[in-house]
């Protein structure tokens, strides 16, 4: 499919939103994205150190990738708070290439791997990274931080770490017995100040803590080995004159093409989980993330190779979105890619004019810190949550396979371990049976396959026969097999006069298995039987609304039919939602959006917005039209709503919906010009207010409308599209709304359904003014939006 192209150019407002690219005129700086580069720079620098330190890399390629990070990931990234550089995730990975490969292959590899993320990105695939279970991705990073830890802990000692984290783990016996005093003194003080910092009390400590603890502690750590004149290695930056850059790839070709492989699955993976978690804090603030967009993924995967590449290619480490940089962004208040973009900035001018201060730091200081970061890693909370869902068994298979074995081998094993779980949840099935309260009980837990039929029939046909069943289903799939097991023996329990009943774990009944004698009466009898009948105000074995009882009162078989369906609602809906309206009733209601729409019976605005109770607050009125300020005349039901709405729900935004086949916009085609000696009936003084409506259609200031690339179909289309740009140019005309637009904390949105063909349309191409391309475009499921988009 095509998308729409706007009907006709818009002039754009000078000004741009704080997230996207800078004016090239006028570059504007916002205080909080100032103060947050720097704290995240403040984290950064040691960190980049540490980790350079950790992989056996040269110490500058970890500014190197710091600044890359900042700068290119942080323009051209698709999560604009969050902060990418070198990762601990990466750590063990880059030094065993390093080991293998040595330095100037690593740093093609980077490259490699940054081309290999782009390609990813124009294939659009970044999704596809989240369907990684989360034990998997947990695992691994515990199980790269169990590997750092131990390889740090013996430079916290004063030693040199092994190749591999059993030889770390043998070898530490030996290395304990020849501890380093010194180092180990600068490591624990390093430790003290890294956990007990965050933890300092009172007004004093709340101050203190504004200061990075990492930053704190190799600070302190670097005064005590200066002014104490301790004999420990240090930091030894060498001239950039004498930086190594990337060379050609030396080394049998699988085994690098396995490291562009590790290196792309670890950073894509990471960042884009990383992104993902970055939204949730945006949207947990105080002010929800106003005009912080959410996450691109794919765009965030281009930015991730982008940086990789230039890294690569300036001798730095592998780049990957940060969690704890990220996590400091966001707490620090920044409000656009600045930030991000700053603190890169700063790592340049680190790099450049502050080597000799970083050459005073002690290198078990930052060994130290890297080992907290690799055990902070196995984090208690993830551990804890793969517990509650039951995938305990994946993680530690994951950790232990990336400890002992490497990345790709443990995940891979991961994975294994995974889908043999997911199989074996899907092939145990529960099937018991008691007698209860005169009947036979039989209840199914899990999902139902041809696994389980053995069984299920076995349970089915010890019932006695002529009895009532309750048959109790518990769980989400039943496939073809099961459902003809239960379906035979229904219709034979039937037959010898029992009866079957099909309920859910909690009482409500469920449509039972269709029978095979019943299949022709069904199809005869309720033929008019399809999803979404009740919307049609039928009732199975009553009469469907077009057949009219032969009744001389309409009025009474309409009564009965609502009582059927009121009746119907207390007894399977009600059940289901009854805790869910008694919270909203005890806490209020918050909508989050005001929606407007016309009163015709065929829009049904849960349905189409898949929303619940207390989604919503809706407005229904003949035509979907909002008043102008002041001429409702005696009503001010609109203006008191928008009113309520906008200052007292702070709802967030506001949608304008119109629909196909609107008969007040008939009514205002067929009306002509105004007749003073006209009957005012009610309708047509309502109807006047969307004469604004009429003459924007008739003017040729604006241009037609357009709907997903295509004229509408008539002039009734026509003006239904019309309607809902001046509706919405109505709205603007309010000053609570107007004000909330100001401030940015409200939005409006416009909105189209043809009823004939169940497609929603989204009004494109607004501006922060009041300018509109009046362009509709087909809102798409969500699996084919990528497709849309690449097309």
Known sequence: ?????????????????????????????????????????????????????????????????????????????????????????????????????????????????????????????????????????????????????????????????????????????????????????????????LLGWPRLPGRAGQLARKLPAALVAVVGATAVAVFAGLAVPRVDLPSWSSHALPGLPEGPVLGIAAGVLTITLVTSVQSLLSAVAVDKLVAAREDRGAGVPRADLDRELAGQGAANVVSGALGGLPVAGVAVRSVANVSAGAVSRTSTMLHGLWIVLAALLLTPALDLIPLPALAALVMVVGVQMVSITHIRSVTRHREVVVYAVTLAGVTLVGILEGVALGIAVAIAVALHRLARTRITREERDGHQLLRVRGQLTFLAVPRLSRALHQ???????????????????????????????????????????????????????????????????????????????????????????????????????????????????????????????????????????????????????????????????????????????????????????????????????????QALLGSGPDDPSAPRTPLRRWLRHGRPSLERMASRRHAWARISGRLPADAVEQLCLTNVVQQLEHLRAYESVARRLADGSLTLHGMYFHVGEAQAYLLSGTDEVHSYDDVFTQVLPSEHRETARAS
Not at 150 to 176: E, K, M, Y
Not at 546 to 569: H, M, N, V, W
Not at 624 to 629: D, G, M, S, Y
């Open 1 to 193: 499919m095509t998308l729409c192209t706007p009907a006709r150019t818009t002039t754009r407002p000078r000004s741009q939103r704080p997230h996207g690219p800078p004016d090239r005129r006028r570059f504007r700086i916002a205080g909080a994205d100032l103060s947050a580069s720097v704290a995240v720079f403040l984290i950064a620098l040691p960190l980049s150190l540490g980790i350079a330190l950790a992989t056996g890399a040269p110490l500058q390629a970890g500014l190197v990738a710091a600044a890359v990070g900042g700068i290119v990931a942080g323009r051209f990234g698709g999560a604009p708070l969050q902060v990418s550089g070198p990762a601990a995730g990466l750590t063990v990975v880059t030094a065993e290439l390093i080991q293998r490969y040595g330095w100037r292959t690593t740093c093609a590899i980077t490259v490699l791997a940054g081309l290999a993320q782009l390609a990813l990105s124009v294939l659009r695939v970044a999704r596809s990274a989240l369907a990684v279970s989360p034990a998997i991705v947990h695992g691994m990073l515990a199980g790269i931080g169990v590997t750092i830890a131990l390889a740090q802990l013996h430079i916290v000692l004063g030693g040199t770490p092994q190749s591999s984290a059993v030889a770390n783990v043998l070898g530490l016996p030996a290395q304990l017995a020849h501890a380093q005093p010194a180092a180990l003194a600068i490591s624990a003080l390093t430790v003290a100040v």
């Open 463 to 665: 019932l006695p026969q002529g009895s009532h069943v309750v048959v109790e289903l518990d769980g989400s799939f039943m496939d073809h097999a099961a459902y003809e097991t239960l379906s035979d023996w229904t219709t034979g329990h039937i037959a010898h006069g029992g009866t079957v009943e099909t309920t859910n774990p909690s009482g409500v009944r469920i449509a039972e298995p269709a029978t095979s004698a019943d299949t022709a009466a069904a199809a005869a009898s309720h033929a008019c039987c399809r999803p979404w009948t009740p919307w049609h105000n039928h009732q199975c074995g009553e009469p469907v609304a077009d057949q009219r009882p032969e009744s001389d009162a309409p009025a009474q078989a309409a009564g009965l039919r609502l009582a059927t369906g009121i009746g119907k609602f207390q007894r399977n809906t009600a059940p289901l939602v009854r805790d869910e309206l008694a919270r909203l009733a005890r806490e209020g209601q918050t909508p989050s959006q005001l929606f407007l729409t016309c009163a015709d019976s065929r829009l049904v605005t849960s349905m189409i917005t898949s929303s619940g109770p207390g989604d919503l607050f809706t407005v229904r009125n003949v035509g979907n039209l909002v008043p102008l300020p002041g001429e409702e005349s005696g009503d001010d039901s609109v203006a008191a709503a928008i009113e309520y709405a906008v200052d007292v729900l702070r709802v967030e935004s506001i949608t304008v919906c119109g629909h196909s086949g609107c008969g007040a916009m």
